[in-house]
Antibody, heavy 118, light 112 residues
Framework: QVQLQQSGQGLVKPSQTLSLTCAISGDSVSSNSAAWNWVRQSPSRGLEWLGRIYYRSSWIEDYAVSMRSRITISPDTSKNQFSLHLNSVTPEDTAIYYC????????WGQGTLVTVSS | DIVMTQSPDSLAVSPGERATINCKSAHNLLYSSNNKYSLAWYQQKPGQPPKLLIYWASTRDSGVPDRFSGSGSGTDFTLTISSLQAEDVAVYYCQQYFLTPFTFGGGTKVEI
């Protein structure tokens, strides 16, 4: 059974970088049949897919166009986890952030409330 | 981006009665490789992440009660709860995974 455990900061100052990590158990970040996503949820935007990474002989990154200039999702194969980095944050980036696996999103992390405030 | 439109925004159903939620996609979600529709349904309760109920439009995830069923084709899909139980009170979302960016419907709140 795949389990995803999130960690990272809950409060970020405007213009700084939001960083979250998702530790995977029960699967491998390098699996040739998996994909690893970040999704966020806010009252104003609802559920919003941010991007994903997956491994198919090489690493593939796929981001929402609206995020592309600010987002990086990266794997850490030594720790079997993946991370989200979102730079130049504004209060509009305040949301609950989730990691999730798959295309249909079979497994979800517990969620991290990230507040962007000075 | 593929716009997903859910209706209604909310509905109140008596215990044991049927609940029906609709989801309309702005794009045909047929995945030609397996002739199935790239449409998923989720249930979200307060303070929890969404939970996958249905994928490929009509396949129940493991452990999901059979009172939940998905149907539809092309651009129009339906989630049906055949006999509503108290524990089914939640917000339900559809999601397309045919193309990135994956997109979600706005949600339907189901109450008793």
């Amino acid at each position: 059974q795949v389990q995803l455990q999130q960690s990272g900061q809950g409060l970020v100052k405007p213009s700084q970088t939001l960083s979250l990590t998702c530790a995977i158990s029960g699967d491998s970040v390098s699996s040739n049949s998996a994909a690893w996503n970040w999704v966020r949820q806010s009252p104003s935007r609802g559920l919003e897919w941010l991007g994903r990474i997956y491994y198919r002989s090489s690493w593939i990154e796929d981001y929402a166009v609206s995020m592309r200039s600010r987002i990086t999702i990266s794997p850490d194969t030594s720790k079997n986890q993946f991370s989200l980095h979102l730079n130049s944050v504004t209060p509009e980036d305040t949301a609950i952030y989730y990691c999730a696996s798959g295309w249909a999103l079979f497994h979800w992390g517990q969620g991290t409330l990230v507040t962007v405030s000075s | 981006d593929i716009v997903m439109t859910q209706s209604p925004d909310s509905l109140a159903v008596s215990p044991g009665e049927r609940a029906t939620i609709n989801c309309k996609s702005a794009h045909n979600l047929l995945y030609s490789s397996n002739n199935k529709y790239s449409l998923a349904w989720y249930q979200q309760k307060p303070g929890q992440p969404p939970k996958l109920l249905i994928y490929w439009a009509s396949t129940r995830d493991s452990g999901v009660p059979d009172r939940f069923s998905g149907s539809g084709s092309g651009t129009d899909f339906t989630l049906t709860i055949s006999s509503l139980q108290a524990e089914d009170v939640a917000v339900y979302y559809c999601q397309q995974y045919f193309l990135t960016p994956f997109t979600f419907g706005g949600g339907t709140k189901v109450e008793i």
